[in-house]
């Protein structure tokens, strides 16, 4: 009894949640906009890829793995149902992009480069979570070189089409766990010591930093910054969290119950990247479509300006 009125007491609180949370961004449009989106065939990414879609972008979905990528575009078609072809309709692409290998960043720049007239927004959202320790391609430890570094060399090599569409955004989604994290410039490759919580942490904080070094850097450009946490949502980015046999229906029960659904965690990426309420908003920090505050050790500028020289070095921009 006690554990069926506890889960009809979870599921009330989850209705009346859900009923609280804004649906979407009402009335906008993308139409004639094209919007760049890692990994967009799971979580985050792909809700936002469904939504962005539904706007009339054009959406390309840059994702590790291909087949998985092109089941989920498939999937994203079938539920949103795309317009007749033409200029103005909604389209989803999908291209091959690793952020663990500098090399397949590259490669999928070019291709942007070459094919893409424009870019209206990059929403930077791939991202691996608290994972044991690995190594990239590249020799980067997987969470600082994935979350930061691949998405730094990506934003960079895209920046000159971003600049030539502007008004443009970039997007970089970041997590409330930055403030755990702290940059130790004497170890940003975890060979001394490796924690997966801290260096998820830092990873994120690293982002925010980036984003506010960049919006600094893109002042009077036309192109805008903003990164944002999600909240807590039920994604597959927790594979590598280990939780207890035993405790799982328990933890599956609260997920459901507490946690964000994909398109609940995503509002904010959509907001930042269509809404005409930030229209040339940078450098800032959202959570649940508002401005939120960061801790000092986020507004660092000097800290920002180091970890830039330093990231520019180690993804090959600068010798």
């Not at 930055?178 to 919580?197: A, T």
């Amino acid at each position: 009894a006690l554990t069926l009125g506890g889960g009809l007491l979870l599921a009330a609180w989850r209705w009346l949640r859900g009923a609280a949370r804004p649906g979407g961004i009402a009335g906008a449009s993308m139409r004639g906009k094209t919007v760049i989106i890692t990994g967009a065939n799971s979580g985050l990414g792909r809700a936002a890829a469904a939504e962005l879609l539904r706007m009339q972008a054009r959406v390309i979905m840059g994702c590790r793995d291909r087949a998985r990528a092109e089941r989920a575009a498939r999937e994203i078609r079938a539920e949103v149902g795309e317009r007749a072809e033409g200029e103005d309709s909604g389209e989803l692409v999908v291209r091959e992009l690793d952020l663990a290998s500098l090399r397949s960043v590259r490669a999928f720049c070019h291709r942007v480069l070459q094919e893409e007239p424009r870019l209206d927004v990059l929403i930077n959202n791939a991202g691996v979570f608290q994972c044991p320790y690995m190594k990239t391609e590249d020799g980067f430890e997987m969470q600082f070189g994935v979350n930061h570094l691949g998405h730094f060399l990506l934003t960079n090599l895209l920046l000159g089409l971003l600049k030539n569409s502007a008004p443009s955004r970039i997007v970089v989604v970041s997590s409330k766990l930055y403030k755990y994290g702290e940059i130790n410039f004497e170890d940003l490759n975890s060979e001394m010591s490796y924690n997966k919580s801290f260096c998820y942490s830092r990873s994120k904080l690293a982002n925010i930093l980036f984003a506010r070094e960049l919006a600094r850097r893109l002042e009077g450009t036309g192109v805008t910054v903003n990164s944002l946490h999600p909240g807590i949502v039920r994604t597959n980015l927790g594979r590598y969290v280990n939780i207890p046999l035993l405790a799982k229906p328990l933890f599956n029960l609260v997920s459901w119950a507490f946690f964000k659904t994909p398109l609940e965690g995503a509002q904010t990426s959509i907001y930042l990247a269509s809404s005409p309420d930030v229209e040339g908003v940078s450098g800032k920090y959202f959570g649940d479509c508002k401005e939120e505050e960061l801790l000092p050790k986020a507004m660092d500028d000097l800290v920002a300006r180091k970890l830039w020289d330093i990231s520019e070095v180690m993804v090959g921009l600068l010798k």
